[in-house]
Structure formats: structure tokens, C-alpha cells
Nanobody, 124 residues
Framework: QVQLVESGGGLVQAGGSLRLSCAAS????????MGWFRQPPGKEREFVAY????????HYADSVKGRFTISRDNAKNTVLLQMNGLKPEDTAVYHC?????????????????WGQGTQVTVSS
């Protein structure tokens, strides 16, 4: 089992920044890819970014590319999402997810464990 806990959400004005953190526990050593997904109000969950086990490879949704940065600290079993230049359309509940095996993926169904989520609200 792997437990994931997100933190760092909040209310910010457009153009501002937030840093989300996801702490993994349990069998965290078995995690390969870590991802961030978000669910805007009234919409389906969507991919934001992922980072592979070594941290060597990252991938971003077009909507956040150049504004968001994903990173991980394997020694601390933590993955971060630095969000700059926030826009009102970034408002969503943000979830981190862990994928134990297989190739990195943007599909939420391929992830094995999920955190409860943290709310990010961007005001205009």
C-alpha cells in the first residue's frame, strides 16, 4: 500500500504562484512514475504533469507548459508542483498519483494510488 497526502493549495490572485507538495508513505520505494492531475469544477479530471522514477523525464499538459514545474525528492518521498503565472482556469482540485510499474502515462486509469486532493483557487 502507498499513501499520498497533498498540501500547499489555497487562494491566489491571477499571476501568482503556489507550490503543491505530495508526500508518499508506506511502500513508497515501489513507486515509479508520479503524476499530478486536476479536476476543475463541473469537469472531468485531467492530466497536469508527470515525472519518472529517476526524475530524468517529465511531461506536461500543453495548458501548463512553461508555467508549471514538477520535481521529486526520492530521499524524502516527495513530489512537488511549482505553479507560476496562475490563471483562473487553473482553479481545480489537484491530486497527486503514483504509478508502480509500466511506462509513464498521462492516463489517470493507469495510476495505482491517489491522494485526497488539495484545492487551488485562482481569482481574476
Amino acid at each position: 500500500q502507498v499513501q499520498l497526502v497533498e498540501s500547499g493549495g489555497g487562494l491566489v490572485q491571477a499571476g501568482g504562484s503556489l507550490r503543491l507538495s505530495c508526500a508518499a508513505s508506506g511502500r513508497a520505494f515501489s513507486i515509479n512514475t508520479m503524476g499530478w492531475f486536476r479536476q476543475p469544477p463541473g469537469k472531468e479530471r485531467e492530466f497536469v504533469a508527470y515525472i519518472t522514477g529517476s526524475g530524468a523525464n517529465t511531461h506536461y499538459a500543453d495548458s501548463v507548459k512553461g508555467r508549471f514545474t514538477i520535481s521529486r525528492d526520492n530521499a524524502k518521498n516527495t513530489v512537488l508542483l511549482q505553479m507560476n503565472g496562475l490563471k483562473p482556469e487553473d482553479t481545480a482540485v489537484y491530486h497527486c498519483a503514483a504509478k508502480l510499474s509500466g511506462a509513464a502515462s498521462t492516463s489517470d486509469y493507469s495510476y495505482d494510488y491517489w491522494g485526497q486532493g488539495t484545492q487551488v483557487t485562482v481569482s481574476s
